[in-house]
């Protein structure tokens, strides 16, 4: 079993829909949380980072993390076609100064 | 802020030959860490660097490794390789490195023939 478990998708969508993206995870001791976007031919782009159970939103971007049920979710509001994209969740444990990543969802929003 | 920069961009080799990747990190950031991402495997932790010390390593063989400068810019090397190795190296910088969020240049695509 992977430590980090996230849905491959495809995950198909019409422009203007919430998007909920989802990685569970088994490792108790990882405490940072991060959501990353890619674009085919680009590298990962950082999207939401945050630190513990909790919600954190910016702009159409809201992070959410479930300690308890080892869960976190990304959701999108109001989604483009420029959204279309990977996006890829990524934790890590206190001073381990290594990140575990999902092996990405593939979102495609629908004009 | 100039964001990493990776060189090359492509590289074509053949088995059994040796490459060299490059990272130039964000500038004041001191923590490199390197990865290999593949369609089946996703992002694998290769190695993290921070002034000139690995701190970590993933599970990859001894053919893969890497070394970091005074200036923070980083290289990775890849000897005897394998179809196997046919992938896209990403590199990412932080400031320390410690559970900081980490900030991706667009990788070298590496093709094994």
């Known amino acids: 079993q992977k430590e980090v478990e996230q849905d491959p998708g495809p995950l198909s969508v019409p422009e203007g829909a919430i998007v909920s993206l989802n990685c569970t995870y088994s490792n108790s001791a990882f405490q940072y949380f991060m959501w990353y976007r890619q674009y085919s031919r680009k590298g990962p782009e950082l999207l939401m980072y945050t630190y513990s159970s909790g919600n954190k939103e910016d702009g159409r971007f809201t992070a959410q993390v479930d300690k308890s049920s080892k869960y976190i979710s990304l959701f999108i509001r109001d989604s483009q076609p420029s959204d279309s994209a990977t996006y890829l969740c990524?934790?890590?444990?206190?001073?381990?100064?290594?990140?575990?990543f999902g092996t990405g969802t593939r979102l495609k929003v629908l004009a | 802020k100039a964001g990493v920069t990776q060189t090359p961009r492509y590289l074509i080799k053949t088995r059994g030959q040796q490459v060299t990747l490059s990272c130039s990190p964000i500038?004041?950031?001191?923590?490199v860490s390197w990865y290999q991402q593949t369609p089946g495997q996703g992002l694998q932790f290769l190695f993290e660097?921070?002034?000139?010390?690995?701190?970590n390593k993933g599970n990859f063989p001894g053919r893969f490794s890497g070394r970091q400068f005074s200036n923070s810019r980083s290289e990775m090397n890849v000897s005897t390789l394998e179809l196997g190795d046919s992938a896209l190296y990403l590199c990412?910088?932080?400031?320390?490195?410690?559970?900081?969020?980490?900030?991706f240049g667009d990788g070298t695509r590496l093709s094994i023939l």
């Open positions: 990412a910088s932080s400031e320390t490195g410690s559970n900081q969020p980490q900030h």
């Open positions: 990524a934790m890590s444990a206190i001073g381990t100064y290594k990140y575990i």
């Open positions: 660097y921070f002034s000139e010390t690995q701190r």
């Open positions: 500038s004041g950031h001191r923590s």
